[in-house]
């Protein structure tokens, strides 16, 4: 049965089924998903209950059968007893063939974190922005969000830079100007630059307005009252920098 599911057999296998007794192996469904044949899944999964793996659903994605894929994840959240796939590789595959639909259902799993992280890496790459916008509802690390903003200033891909950028702390949008002062793309440098400058601004202010908690903190505990002490009021603050 095994052989006959992975090479799309559908015949061979209900007839396998009625005249042997030892029934359905979790190498038949992933070999049917892997190569595509979303009857033979739909009919293996039916006929023999708790069969489907998180294996099937990988190898479906990664040889980019999204349609098995969608189908595994919604078939496996309407059961009441289900539990969430393992999704490893899977997901970066899905990222990649830019099918939001798919992406969204995947995510909805128990996915890795790392393959979702190199899947940002891998969209951003390939200016995949829609796919890189769903990705993103999902907590990531900051590191894969920097790398994949360097991903895209290295292969020029405008909308997606200027969607990651807004993401990126002053540091890491200076890093990734290397990228686009190397691969001299004026139009990514200068959105880059306008990135930064409101990012800078923005983290001063931030700084400041820390600050300013910190002296009114500082007048209730200790008293100080209205000071006009520069290196104790928030005016002091502004006329150092």
């Not at 769903?134 to 830079?161: C, F, P, W, Y």
């Amino acid at each position: 049965m095994d052989g006959a599911a992975a090479r799309g057999r559908l015949d061979i296998v209900k007839w396998l089924s009625v005249v042997r007794n030892e029934g359905c192996t979790i190498a038949a469904i992933d070999g049917a998903a892997k190569n595509g044949h979303l009857k033979v899944v739909k009919w293996l999964c039916n006929h023999y209950i708790g069969r489907c793996s998180s294996g099937a659903l990988n190898a479906a994605a990664k040889n980019g059968h999204v349609d098995i894929v969608k189908w595994l994840c919604r078939r496996n959240r309407g059961r009441s007893d289900h539990e969430p796939y393992k999704i490893t590789y899977g997901v970066q595959a899905v990222a990649c063939s830019g099918d939001t639909d798919a992406l969204r259902e995947v995510l909805r799993e128990n996915c890795s974190w790392y393959y979702v992280g190199r899947a940002l890496e891998d969209a951003a790459s390939q200016g995949l922005t829609d796919v890189v916008k769903v990705i993103l509802t999902v907590n990531l690390q900051q590191s894969n969000v920097s790398r994949a903003l360097k991903n895209a200033v290295d292969m020029g891909h405008e909308e997606t830079v200027k969607l990651m950028a807004d993401l990126c702390s002053s540091s890491e949008i200076r890093a990734a100007q290397v990228n686009s002062t190397a691969s001299c793309n004026k139009k990514i440098s200068d959105l880059l630059c306008r990135a930064l400058e409101a990012r800078d601004v923005e983290e001063k202010w931030g700084y400041f307005r820390t600050q300013r908690k910190t002296l009114e903190r500082m007048k209730t505990y200790r008293g100080i009252g209205r000071s006009q002490d520069k290196s104790v009021s928030f005016c002091g603050l502004l006329r150092s920098w």
